[in-house]
């Protein structure tokens, strides 16, 4: 099991940032929003190395674009591949929200390199721990780098052996 920690509990020097907690540190539509962007402000005001990977743009970047397409699809009753198709202008005003949330990270993070070592150790992962693929490539490159600490609203990380796990949840 993982160690469980809250926003308020001590801190490592290097926490990786998952995606999940971008996404809610992002969204101020997120419930736990506040909480995430009040300790995203915590781990910079004590100079906590935050890391990232390209997986961590990826899905955000993902969720975020995909958000804007099922808005728009449900305004519209259509299907959101749809809506990505006909209506590129939904697409393009999403993409300046990527945009803004990826200048964010760059700013405020260090971007972690993907190994091969961290890719074959996601399926290892994957089948020890039972977590999808997108879990584990994030925790892959985490370990891959020597961080054990992470930062996410993703409770079936807490399964994990050997992390510690700063959440909200």
């Known amino acids: 099991m993982a160690e469980r920690r809250n926003f308020?509990?001590?801190l490592e020097p290097?926490?990786?940032?998952?995606s999940s907690f971008v996404i809610a540190q992002c969204s101020v539509h997120d419930p736990s929003h506040h909480e995430c962007a009040a300790f995203?402000?915590?781990l910079q005001m004590e100079e906590v190395i935050c890391v990232v990977s390209d997986f961590t743009y990826n899905e955000v970047a993902f969720?975020?674009?995909k958000q804007a397409l099922i808005r728009e699809a449900?305004?519209?009753?259509?299907r959101w591949e749809e809506v990505m198709r006909t209506s590129p202008y939904v697409f393009q005003a999403a993409i300046n929200e990527v945009e803004r949330i990826k200048t964010?990270?760059?700013q405020r993070t260090i971007a972690l390199s993907i190994t091969e070592t961290a890719r074959e150790l996601a399926f290892t992962l994957m089948r020890r721990y039972n977590l999808l693929p997108t879990q584990t490539y994030n925790l892959d490159v985490e370990l891959d780098a020597g961080v054990n600490a992470f930062v996410s609203l993703d409770e079936d990380l807490l399964n994990v052996d050997g992390i510690i796990v700063h959440?909200?949840?």
Do not use: A
């Open 40 to 42: 995203f402000d915590r």
């Open 63 to 65: 969720y975020t674009l």
């Open 14 to 18: 290097i926490v990786y940032l998952n």
């Open 104 to 106: 964010e990270l760059d």
């Open 74 to 78: 449900r305004r519209t009753g259509q």
């Open 167 to 169: 959440t909200c949840l």
């Open 8 to 10: 308020h509990d001590t």
